[in-house]
């Protein structure tokens, strides 16, 4: 009977005291399923590419007063103006923030396996417009002499913000659920804006300074895609990309 | 039956059953804590992380006692008779720089509230509302409100205590955190570290009455006797503002080190408000302003992250709240050096200086 004791005793310091703090590999019960993402079929991939314009006056420009902080000042030669609408020679919409909205249901796409950065540089955000996949590494980065405090006010995500100094070690996060837009600010320096798009897919992009964009390696299929511009507006449409085929999707803007 | 194989209880045998049983017992209770002899004032600490009240002996410089208190204990504030201990606890999760939100999970409301502990019992007598993610307040004079910031909503609460209820609430800037009772005792203000705002609150009117611009993330007030100028920490541009509290307008500011590396956060008179003590989290230091000329007059290391500041009765010793180094340090003034450090919990937040129970 001591043995049977003694036994008890050795289960008893083995399990009594651990239960808080099992550390045991099996599965747990109701535990999420590991995901099967969708593999593009490279032999009928498409695309689609576009252009987008702006058919309103051009706005004029708002300048922009840094002196709150001489540092921004000096970092930042001459006049400064505001960022948020900027047009090429013939209004061509630069930073509209472009994706597939619809179409994609039941794939699961993984993440990237790189981050992307955000530069807090000469008291801007860089980029401006910034798309993300959920669950992607977004990097925060400082490059100026100057504490900023970054700031995405998301709603469907975690809102947070943090401040950053001069020469600090970047900032780490990810945004785990779809989200148009995630306005971000810095809440020292009130210029300073950013847009993120989060979305469960590869399929955005943020057009150049040219107006254009491209979608690519896209599978066949019927899609409404998006455009989003912070000041300029939104718009849908339909496009059916074939397999293996290519597709022109224009934006016209207007003021509303 | 084998009679000659029956157990026999032998006290050998009772002492190896219970040894397990004690050996669990790091699982705390809500039983109040045992204590050594009064031997002089005590410190109150909040321990953030560890969700307890660290209870240390400013003789012999031991820790006493540990109570749980719940979630995130962060602002800690006597009522007037030194009776009971406030407590701000918290269900939003504890996050920071090196913390990606997304790995967070959601805030449990059911969490929050104002702690009320007992002194003489040395335990939490009982949890009262105190809004969303409560994180400072102050206490009227009359000990019968709590005026709490609450983070997440951008309001500030004004409770009942008797009643144990919220009875108002007014909408401030966003994240609110320091509250102070004007000297006058009718106005309270509330900073709002994103706004970087100081909201004046009148309770009998019953509304926000203006606000004052004062620097980037403020957090902290501290007021001078007369009432009539206020200091305010500026957490992101490494400095005090200065405040006049009659013309409601920022008058000057008396800068700490460089922003970002000096972080102001705490502000403390000295008794006799000729000094004024600002604890500066990663900066690592305290620093001392004269409060004739606002001018520093000295600084001292005193561990990783101090945040919560108090001062002994006779106004000569300083303990600082040190966050990641999980200890409170002891500042002689007379020297201006740390004289003893004392273990406390896991993210010691605030800190207070009390008679021992048997010292009143």
């Known amino acids: 009977m001591k043995r049977y004791l003694l036994v008890l005793f050795a289960m008893s310091l083995l399990g009594g005291c651990s239960r808080e703090h099992s550390n045991t590999t099996a599965p747990q019960p109701g535990a999420a399923p590991k995901p099967v993402y969708f593999k593009v079929d490279p032999s009928t991939a498409g695309a689609i590419s ?40 013939h209004k061509e919409v630069e930073n509209a ?10 794939k699961t796409f993984a993440p990237p396996s790189t981050a992307v950065t955000i530069d807090q540089r000469g008291c801007w955000f860089h980029p401006r417009i910034l798309g993300v996949q959920t669950g992607q590494e977004v990097d925060i980065v400082n490059s100026d002499p100057v504490t900023h405090n970054i700031h995405p006010m998301a709603h469907t995500n975690r809102e947070w913000n943090h ?19 995630i306005p971000v600010k810095c809440n020292i320096h009130s210029w300073m804006h950013e847009y993120i798009g989060v979305l469960d897919h590869p399929y955005f992009a943020v057009t150049t300074t040219d107006g254009t964009f491209t979608l690519p390696n896209l599978p066949p299929g019927t899609y409404t895609i998006a455009l989003w511009h912070e000041k300029l507006g939104t718009q849908e449409q339909q496009v059916t990309v074939p397999p293996h085929g290519s597709q022109v999707v224009n934006f016209d803007l207007k003021p509303r | 039956m084998n009679g000659g194989r029956m157990l026999k209880i032998t006290p050998a045998l009772l002492l190896l059953l219970a040894f397990p049983l004690a050996g669990c017992k790091s699982t705390k209770t809500n039983q109040p804590a045992e204590t050594q002899a009064p031997s002089g004032p005590r410190l109150y600490v909040t321990n953030e992380v560890s969700g307890d009240l660290s209870v240390l002996d400013t003789k012999n410089f031991t820790n006493l006692a540990t109570i749980p208190l719940g979630k995130r204990p962060r602002g800690i504030h006597p009522s007037p008779d030194h009776k009971f201990l406030y407590v701000a606890l918290s269900g939003t999760p504890i996050g920071g720089p090196d913390v990606d939100e997304s790995t967070l999970p959601p805030p449990d409301r059911s969490a929050d509230g104002i702690g009320v502990f007992d ?39 004004q409770i009942d205590i008797a009643a144990g209820k919220v ?41 926000i009455i203006g606000s004052i611009k004062v620097g980037h993330r403020p957090r902290s007030i501290a007021f001078m006797p007369d009432g009539k100028t206020a200091y305010v920490n500026a957490e992101n541009d490494g400095d005090v503002v200065i405040v006049d509290t009659v013309k409601r307008k920022m008058t000057g500011t008396i800068q700490l080190g460089t922003p970002g590396q000096i972080k102001p956060m705490a502000l403390l008179l000295s008794p006799d408000a000729s000094r004024l003590y600002v604890s500066t989290g990663r900066g690592q230091k ?58 406390a919990g896991t993210g010691p937040w605030g800190i207070v200086v009390l008679d021992a129970p048997g010292d009143h």
């Open chain 1, 50 to 89: 576009g252009t987008v314009h702006w058919n309103g006056p051009r706005p004029s420009p708002v300048p922009i007063d840094m002196s709150d902080d001489p540092a921004c000042v000096a970092a930042n030669k001459g006049k400064v103006y505001d960022q948020s609408v900027l047009l090429g020679k």
């Open chain 1, 97 to 106: 923030f472009v994706y597939i909205k619809s179409g994609l249901e039941g």
């Open chain 1, 163 to 181: 401040s950053q100094g001069p020469g600090d070690s970047p900032l780490h996060r990810r945004f785990l659920k779809p989200e148009i837009m």
């Open chain 2, 119 to 157: 002194v003489q019992a040395n335990k939490l007598a009982k949890i009262i509302p105190g809004g969303a993610d409560p994180e400072n307040f102050d206490v009227s004079a009359d000990g019968k409100y709590i005026f709490v910031s609450n983070e997440d909503t951008s309001a500030v609460s």
């Open chain 2, 167 to 207: 009875i108002r609430s007014f909408p401030v800037g966003a994240e609110p955190e320091g509250v102070k009772i004007a000297p006058d005792n009718k106005l309270v203000y509330i900073t709002s570290e994103e706004t970087g705002q100081l909201f004046i609150l009148d309770p009998a009117q019953g509304k």
């Open chain 2, 286 to 343: 305290v620093f001392t302003i004269d409060t004739a000329s606002n001018k520093v007059l000295d600084s001292v290391a005193v561990g990783k992250r101090p945040w919560g500041i108090a001062l002994s009765h006779d106004g000569r010793t300083l303990y600082t709240a040190n966050g990641p180094s999980n200890d409170v340090s002891v500042v002689d003034l007379a020297t201006n050096s740390v004289t003893h450090r004392i273990k």
